[in-house]
C-alpha cells in the first residue's frame, strides 16, 4: 500500500453512497490500462468500517485499505448548508486526507462517490501540480466566486483581503490531486480548521465543506482539464432538475448536485444521463440489502 510507483485513490465510504462508490470502482478498473497499480484508500466513520467487506467480497483481488476517521474531530465546526447531505461529518474527511492516510503515501487522487471514470485514471494522477503546488483541480473561473460568501464576509475588509493578489476561481473538490507531502509540510489541515472555527463565530460562507477549501487555495492550484469533470450531472440543488453534458470531451462524469442516479432509477424517474451510470451498478436490488 505504500508503493511510490502506484495510483492511490481516496474516497469516503459510507452507506447512503455504497452503490456510487462500488461503481466509481469499477468505472476505475476497467478503464485502467494497469488496474493493478492502483490502490483504494477508503475513509469511514468507526461505525460504518464492516462496508469494507461489500468492497473486498465484490472485487477480491483489489488492493485497499480501510482508514476509520474519528467524524466527532469535526462535527463541532460544520455549519448547516443548503443541503443535509453536504453537512455529513465524512463529507470534511477530505480536510484531514493528509494525516488520516499512512505518512509513506505521498501523492492521492481525492474521488468523490457519485462519479464515474470512462478513461484512464494514470492519466488523471499524473497531471502536473508544479512548483509548490499542494493540489491540482478543476477550475471553473467564469463561475461567480464571491456567491459562495455571506456579505458579513466581503463587508469585513481583513477578511475580503484574502483573495487579494490571487486569481481566485471556483474548483470542484470532488476531483482533485493532492501532495501530500506539501500539504503535511504546510500543515493545511490547520489552515482550513481555523476558518471552519471563524465560521461557527460568524456566518462568512454557505455551502459545506467547499469554501474553506477556497480561502486556503483558490488562485494557487494546478488546473485540471474540464474533462475529468463533467460536473452537475445530479442537477439543481434545490429542484433536482436534470442536465446535459458540457461541451467537449469527456473522461469523468460526476453526478455533483442533489439528485444521485442510483435514487432516480430506484424511483424509475432517472435522467437521461443516469444511463451512464447504470452500467456500472453493482449493487442493483429491488431489496433492501441486509448485512
Excluded at 25 to 53: A, V
Excluded at 151 to 165: D, K, V
Aim: hydrophobic content about 40%; charged content about 15%.
Amino acid at each position: 500500500m505504500c508503493s511510490q510507483q502506484a495510483v492511490h485513490v481516496a474516497m469516503t465510504l459510507d452507506f447512503p453512497y455504497l452503490r456510487g462508490t462500488m461503481a466509481a470502482i469499477l468505472s476505475i478498473l476497467q478503464h485502467s490500462s494497469c488496474p493493478e497499480n492502483t490502490r483504494f484508500h477508503f475513509i469511514s466513520s468507526p461505525s460504518s468500517t464492516y462496508l469494507h467487506e461489500t468492497i473486498t467480497s465484490s472485487f477480491p483481488y483489489l488492493r485497499s485499505q480501510i482508514h476509520p476517521f474519528d467524524t466527532n474531530s469535526v462535527s463541532g465546526l460544520i455549519s448547516t448548508s443548503i443541503r443535509s447531505a453536504l453537512d455529513s461529518p465524512l463529507n470534511y474527511a477530505r480536510n484531514y486526507l493528509a494525516n488520516i492516510l499512512p505518512p509513506c503515501v505521498r501523492k492521492a487522487v481525492y474521488l468523490d462517490s457519485d462519479l464515474v471514470l470512462v478513461d484512464d485514471i494514470a492519466m488523471l494522477a499524473a497531471t502536473p501540480l508544479g512548483t509548490g503546488t499542494v493540489l491540482a483541480a478543476p477550475e471553473y473561473c467564469n463561475a461567480n466566486i464571491t456567491a459562495y460568501f455571506t456579505p458579513t464576509f466581503w463587508a469585513n475588509p481583513s477578511l475580503s483581503l484574502t483573495f487579494s493578489g490571487r486569481n481566485a476561481c471556483y474548483f470542484n473538490t470532488g476531483v482533485m490531486i493532492i501532495d501530500l507531502e506539501r500539504w503535511r509540510e504546510g500543515d493545511y489541515t490547520a489552515k482550513i480548521v481555523e476558518w471552519m472555527e471563524l465560521q461557527k463565530r460568524m456566518r462568512i460562507y454557505e455551502l459545506g465543506s467547499l469554501p474553506p477549501f477556497l480561502l486556503v487555495f483558490a488562485g494557487n492550484i494546478a488546473a485540471v482539464d474540464h474533462k475529468w469533470n463533467q460536473h452537475g450531472l445530479g442537477g439543481d440543488n434545490y429542484r433536482g432538475l436534470c442536465r446535459d453534458l458540457h461541451p467537449g470531451p469527456v473522461s469523468l462524469l460526476h453526478w455533483s448536485g442533489k439528485g444521485k442516479p442510483w435514487v432516480r432509477l430506484d424511483e424509475n424517474r432517472p435522467c437521461p444521463l443516469d444511463a451512464l451510470w447504470a452500467p456500472y451498478d453493482l449493487l442493483q436490488t429491488p431489496f433492501a440489502i441486509d448485512f
